[in-house]
Structures are given as structure tokens and as C-alpha cells.
């Protein structure tokens, strides 16, 4: 049914609940899966302002991406307990962007989002990383109700 699936976090506990359905359905149809992060560029000054306030041994670790990659990270260890093969993607650019993106780049054939931002007039004139994918999604997309 599904080879490859793609789901987006940013550790909320909204997108913790659609990657545990992106785990599920993976687990159901034997998919990879693939975790996306967006993020935006830090500056150079505040880089390397963190590293200098970090012990020496933890300075390597510090970079614009840290905090997505420990996101990723933490879906990854828990797709992989469930016996899935999982892709990490951090990705500098607007959500809905990176997920796009990273659908495209890996053939997917699903996304799945939460339905966070969906609601309201809101969407209309801001628009939503879910209402974003849906309408441009080069694959199937499922909105998972997570509010």
C-alpha cells in the first residue's frame, strides 16, 4: 500500500501524535519513514555565543540545527523500536516547505500531518503547515486530529 511515508514535527506534542501514526501506519504497510524538521538560520554571532558558554566537550554540538536534531532524533529512536526503517531530514526552510520538499526528494506516497491551525478564520489569512501541504502535496496526505 505505502512504501515510503513522510511526516513533519517540531516536538510539539501536537506533531508527537501524528508521527506516532506515521509509526503506525509504517508499521501496518511495512514503509520507511521519513522525519522532517524545519528551521531557521541562527546568526553566526549567536552560534558561536552558545559554544562559547557550553563546556569544551559539548561545544561540537552547538549549531543552528541542535535543537531540530534532537527532535528527530527522539522520533527516529521511537520508530525504530517499532522495527521501522527511518530517514532523518532537517531541513532549513518553512515547514510546510521542508515537508514538501523531503516528499518529492524521496518518492513518497503519504504525508502525514497533524491538524494543528486548521481551524478558524485563521487559516485563511495566515495560512497552516497542514492546509500548505494538503493543497500542494505531490502524494496522498493524511490529516491526523491531534487538537
Known sequence: MFKRIVVGTDGSETATQAVRQAIELARLTGASLSLVSAYQPASDRRVQAEQAAAPADVQ????????????????????????????????????????LNVAEETNADLIVVGNKGMTGARRYLLGSVPNNVSHHAPCSVIIVRTT
Not at 72 to 95: C, F, R, S, W, Y
Request: no cysteine.
Open 60 to 99: 561540537y554540538e552547538i549549531g543552528p540545527r541542535e535543537d531540530v536534531s534532537l527532535i528527530l532524533d527522539a522520533g527516529a529512536a521511537e520508530a525504530k523500536q517499532q522495527g521501522i526503517e527511518v530517514q532523518t531530514h532537517p531541513v532549513e526552510a518553512d515547514p510546510a516547505d521542508a515537508i
